[in-house]
Nanobody, 121 residues
Framework: QVQLVESGGGLVQAGGSLRLSCLAS????????MGWFRQAPGKEREFVGS????????YYADSVKGRFTISRDDAKNTVYLQMNSLKPEDTAVYYC??????????????WGQGTQVTVSS
């Protein structure tokens, strides 16, 4: 069993930055690949990015590539999403997920409750 808790969301001006954290508990964190997804009101949950088990490779949606960076610290059981140059269209609830692969949300076994990110114009 794995439990995930996101934190770091908030309100930020366009062009600003936020760093989201996802703290995992339960089974060994380093066992899992991790993903970040987001969901805006009235829209489907969409892929943001992912990181492999050992952190050797990251993947990003085209909409965030060059602005967002995923990293992980297995000693702290934490994965991060650094978000720079934020745009109003980045406004959403952000979720971390464990145990899946790529952009397909149906492959991820564990999900956090989400953290709200709001970007004002």
């Amino acid at each position: 069993q794995v439990q995930l808790v996101e934190s770091g969301g908030g309100l930020v001006q366009a062009g600003g930055s936020l760093r989201l954290s996802c703290l995992a508990s339960g089974r060994t964190f380093s066992t899992y690949a991790m993903g970040w997804f987001r969901q805006a009101p009235g829209k489907e949950r969409e892929f943001v990015g992912s990181i492999t088990r050992r952190g050797q490779t990251t993947y990003y949606a085209d909409s965030v590539k060059g602005r967002f960076t995923i990293s992980r610290d297995d000693a702290k059981n934490t994965v991060y999403l650094q978000m720079n140059s934020l745009k109003p269209e980045d406004t959403a609830v952000y979720y971390c997920a464990a145990g899946g692969y790529g952009s397909n949300r149906n492959t991820y076994e564990y999900w956090g409750q989400g953290t709200q990110v709001t970007v004002s114009s």
